[in-house]
T-cell receptor, first 113, second 112 residues
C-alpha cells in the first residue's frame, strides 16, 4: 500500500480564499483523523471519522473549517474563508479498526498570506 | 488538551550515546505509543506498550511504562545521526474509538 496520501503538499493562498485539503487513507482502515501542527500549539486533533461518519469534531476551531468523508477512500478538509492564523501543517492519518496505531500522511503545508 | 507531556523539550547528544525521553500523562490508559517525526514529514509509529506491560523492546528502542506514576520512558541506544527527529508520546485515555492524544514532543539532535 502507498500509505496515506495527502494533496497538495504545499498550498499558498491569500486571506479570504477557500482552501481544500485532500486525503486518501490506507485501504481497509476504519478511522481517519485530521490534525493541525504549529510551533505554538503542537499537534491538535481537529476531527475524526469512523466508517465515514464524523465522530468528534470538537477540535475544529471555527465554523470556517469543515470536513467531509464521502466514501472510505477520500476525505477533504475545507477552510472558507482562510485567515493568516490558519497557516500550519495539516496532517491526515488513518487507523485500522482493531488497533489504534495511526499512520500519517506527509502533510500539507498551508501558508495564508 | 495534551494528555502526554514529554521531558526534556530538547536533547542534544553525540552519536553512539544513549538518549532517554520521558512522558507523563494524567488519566488511565489502555496503551501508550511513541512516534517519531523527521523534519518536514509525518509522524511514524515506533512502538506501542499496553497498560499491563512494564517494558518493551524493538531493535535499539526500549520503552518502559509505570502506570502507578503515569509515566513512560523511551530509550534509544547507540544513537545515530539518522535518529535526529522529534519524538512524541501518545495515549488513548481509554476513550471511544482510535483517538490518540499527543504530547508536545522532544526534539532529539544526534551529532556526528
Amino acid at each position: 500500500d502507498a500509505g496515506v496520501i495527502q494533496s497538495p503538499r504545499h498550498e499558498v493562498t491569500e486571506m479570504g480564499q477557500e482552501v481544500t485539503l485532500r486525503c486518501k487513507p490506507i485501504s481497509g482502515h476504519d478511522y481517519l483523523f485530521w490534525y493541525r501542527q504549529t510551533m505554538m500549539r503542537g499537534l491538535e486533533l481537529l476531527i475524526y471519522f469512523n466508517n465515514n461518519v464524523p465522530i468528534d469534531d470538537s477540535g475544529m476551531p471555527e465554523d470556517r473549517f469543515s470536513a467531509k468523508m464521502p466514501n472510505a477512500s477520500f476525505s477533504t478538509l475545507k477552510i472558507q474563508p482562510s485567515e493568516p492564523r490558519d497557516s500550519a501543517v495539516y496532517f491526515c492519518a488513518s487507523s485500522p479498526g482493531h488497533i489504534n496505531i495511526q499512520y500519517f500522511g506527509a502533510g500539507t503545508r498551508l501558508s495564508v498570506l | 488538551s495534551q494528555q502526554g507531556e514529554e521531558d526534556p523539550q530538547a536533547l542534544s547528544i553525540q552519536e553512539g550515546e544513549n538518549a532517554t525521553m520521558n512522558c507523563s500523562y494524567k488519566t488511565s490508559i489502555n496503551n501508550l505509543q511513541w512516534y517519531r517525526q523527521n523534519s518536514g514529514r509525518g509522524l511514524v509509529h515506533l512502538i506501542l506498550i499496553r497498560s499491563n506491560e512494564r517494558e518493551k523492546h524493538s531493535g535499539r528502542l526500549r520503552v518502559t511504562l509505570d502506570t502507578s506514576k503515569k509515566s513512560s520512558s523511551l530509550l534509544i541506544t547507540a544513537s545515530r545521526a539518522a535518529d535526529t527527529a522529534s519524538y512524541f508520546c501518545a495515549t488513548d485515555a481509554g476513550e471511544y474509538g482510535n483517538k490518540l492524544v499527543f504530547g508536545a514532543g522532544t526534539i532529539l539532535r544526534v551529532k556526528s
